[in-house]
Nanobody, 114 residues
Framework: QVRPVESGGGSVQAGGSLRLSCAVS????????MIWYRQAPGKEREFVAR???????LYPDSVKGRFTISQDSAKNTVYLQMNNLKPEDTAMYYC????????WGQGTQVTVSS
């Protein structure tokens, strides 16, 4: 399991940028597949970005071209660079392992105003 600690959220205007960080502990196997999720009030948690051991990344159409997921070389931190933010990106953002999901962290709030 991983134990994620998310940070970097905030309030921005539409078109702005934020970079989220997720500090993770756990086995390298768990850290080789990391996913960012988000959950807006009253909605289900949804997948936002994924990075696997090869460095390959995956995004849903809703964020493709605007969000970029990356990891530091030791894979202790996962980042989510978010550009051209839209009001519909407003949500609590979480990260977790795709290989061995652990307890959810506290998340980090992103609020985008129009």
């Amino acid at each position: 399991q991983v134990r994620p600690v998310e940070s970097g959220g905030g309030s921005v205007q539409a078109g702005g940028s934020l970079r989220l960080s997720c500090a993770v502990s756990g086995s390298i196997y768990c850290r080789n597949d990391m996913i960012w999720y988000r959950q807006a009030p009253g909605k289900e948690r949804e997948f936002v970005a994924r990075i696997v051991s090869t460095g390959s990344t995956l995004y849903p159409d809703s964020v493709k071209g605007r969000f970029t997921i990356s990891q530091d070389s030791a894979k202790n931190t996962v980042y989510l660079q978010m550009n051209n933010l839209k009001p519909e990106d407003t949500a609590m953002y979480y990260c977790n392992s795709g290989n061995c999901q652990g307890p959810w962290g506290q998340g980090t709030q992103v609020t985008v105003s129009s």
